[in-house]
C-alpha cells in the first residue's frame, strides 16, 4: 500500500527563524510528489517534484526530491507569520488518487 | 480565472437525514476528484471523474456514498442516511487532465457535521 509520512508532526519558530519540513514516500511506481499549504480549508498548491524536475524554488520556499532515499524536503527561509499552516505532502498512487501524510502543522510567532 | 468552488461551505444535518455536496471545477479541467479529510488528518481519496464517468470509486467507504458529473463539468456528492461518523471536510480537486504528472487544484471545501 501507497504510504507518505511527514516529520515533524508540529513545529513551532520565530519569524525570521528557517525551517525544514520532511516527507518520506513508499509508493509501487513513482512518477511525482506534491506539497501543499493548507490554511482553513482548502489546500493551495506549492510544488510538483518529478524525476526531471527534482528541485523547484518559488521566492523563499523551496524543495528537493530524493529519489534514491526516497523523501523530500520543503525548506521555508526568513519565515513569517502568514507561512502559518498546516503542510501537506502528497503522491499519486493507483489510479491517479493523490495520497497524503498527515501534514506538518507549521506556527510562526511574531 | 476562477478557482474551484463548492458549496455550501457548511452543512449541518441530523443523523439519517440526505445531504448534496455540490463542486464546481475550474473551466476546461476535464478530471475532478472527491477527497474526505478529518481532524489532524490529510485528505483521504474517494472518487474521481474524467469526463462523466467515475473511473475510480475504490475510495467510497459504503454504498450510502454516490457521486455524479453528468454533463463533465459540476459534480454532486451525495450521503444518504447520513451517521456521525460522516462528519469532515470534504474536499474537491480538479486537474486539467487525469495522470500523475498534472496538479489537482483544491477547492475551499464543505465542512459537513452530523448530530
Known amino acids: 500500500e501507497d504510504k507518505v509520512v511527514q516529520s515533524p508532526l508540529s513545529l513551532v519558530v520565530h519569524e525570521g527563524d528557517t525551517v525544514t519540513l520532511n516527507c518520506s514516500y513508499e509508493?509501487?511506481?513513482?512518477?511525482?510528489l506534491l506539497w501543499y499549504k493548507q490554511e482553513k480549508k482548502a489546500p493551495t498548491f506549492l510544488f510538483m517534484l518529478t524525476s526531471s524536475g527534482i528541485e523547484k524554488k518559488s521566492g523563499r520556499l523551496s524543495s528537493i526530491l530524493d529519489k534514491k532515499e526516497l523523501f523530500s524536503i520543503l525548506n521555508i527561509t526568513a519565515t513569517q507569520t502568514g507561512d502559518s499552516a498546516v503542510y501537506l505532502c502528497a503522491v499519486p498512487s493507483y489510479g491517479n488518487k493523490l495520497v497524503f501524510g498527515a501534514g506538518t502543522i507549521l506556527r510562526v510567532k511574531s | 480565472g476562477a478557482g474551484v468552488s463548492q458549496t455550501p461551505s457548511n452543512k449541518v444535518t441530523e443523523k439519517g437525514k440526505y445531504v448534496e455536496l455540490r463542486c464546481d471545477p475550474i473551466?476546461?479541467?476535464?478530471?475532478l476528484y472527491w477527497y474526505r479529510q478529518s481532524l489532524g488528518q490529510g485528505p483521504e481519496f474517494l472518487i474521481y471523474?474524467?469526463?462523466?464517468?467515475?473511473?475510480?470509486d475504490s475510495g467510497l467507504p459504503n454504498d450510502r456514498f454516490f457521486a455524479v458529473r453528468p454533463e463533465g463539468s459540476v459534480s454532486t456528492l451525495k450521503i444518504q442516511r447520513t451517521e456521525r461518523g460522516d462528519s469532515a471536510v470534504y474536499l474537491c480537486a480538479s486537474s486539467l487532465r487525469a495522470g500523475p504528472l498534472y496538479e489537482q487544484y483544491f477547492g475551499p471545501g464543505t465542512r459537513l457535521t452530523v448530530t
Open positions: 471523474f474524467q469526463g462523466t464517468g467515475a473511473a475510480d
Open positions: 473551466s476546461g479541467h476535464t478530471a
Open positions: 509508493v509501487t511506481n513513482f512518477r511525482s
